[in-house]
């Protein structure tokens, strides 16, 4: 339980679902935890679950859907007076439901942006200063999900997650 009393945690989409649940886990453990939400007032729910648990919280807010959006969260997070021990990238989109050959190249692009690159803008933002600091836990969320074609967008992108977090665990060793 030790592990994690005063670290501070970062989880991507915990303004609800499966987010607000880490959330509400890591500060089970002591945890402080830093909410992510699209929007500020998004994050209240999250911040009212959280107070039982008596952690420290703070909210950053932003989209993860453009380069410029994961800049800002990271910029939001470098602000405050904490440093960062575990990111959780948790946020994800799902892609459209439609026929494989009819998937257009901007939703293979939106569900990339999103599920891959923005996780991977916030490993290589974060990473190096918890290798600094010889402490740091990252956990990139994926699916199981498969012989679904309808979703392939969805699931090449997190296929792609498990092969990038495969690497930077050896990056990491």
């Known amino acids: 339980m030790k592990l994690l009393e005063n670290k501070w945690a970062l989880i991507t989409g915990s303004s609800r679902g ?5 959330a509400m886990g890591l500060a089970e453990r002591k945890c402080n935890i830093i909410v992510h939400a699209r929007k500020a007032e998004n994050a209240d729910k999250t911040i009212g ?3 039982p648990y008596g952690v420290k919280t703070h909210v950053v807010t932003g989209v993860l859907d453009s380069v ?4 800002g969260i990271i ?7 904490v440093k960062l ?3 959780y990238n948790n946020a994800a989109i799902m892609s459209k439901w439609q026929p494989m050959w009819q998937i257009p190249q901007a939703e293979w692009l939106r ?3 999103t599920n891959l690159c923005a996780m991977v803008q916030l490993c290589t933002a974060f990473a190096p200063g918890m290798k600094e600091r010889g402490f740091g836990r990252i956990i990139n ?8 074609p309808e979703l392939t967008p969805y699931s090449v992108s997190k296929a792609a997650v498990d092969k990038y977090s ?3 665990a050896y990056e990491l060793r």
Do not use: C, Y
């Open 166 to 168: 495969r690497d930077l």
């Open 18 to 22: 499966i987010g607000q649940q880490i």
């Open 75 to 81: 910029r939001a997070v470098e602000a405050l007076p």
């Open 141 to 148: 969320l994926t699916s199981g999900i498969k012989d679904n």
């Open 68 to 71: 410029e959006g994961v800049e």
């Open 85 to 87: 021990d575990i990111l």
């Open 49 to 51: 679950l959280l107070k």
């Open 111 to 113: 569900v990339f942006q």
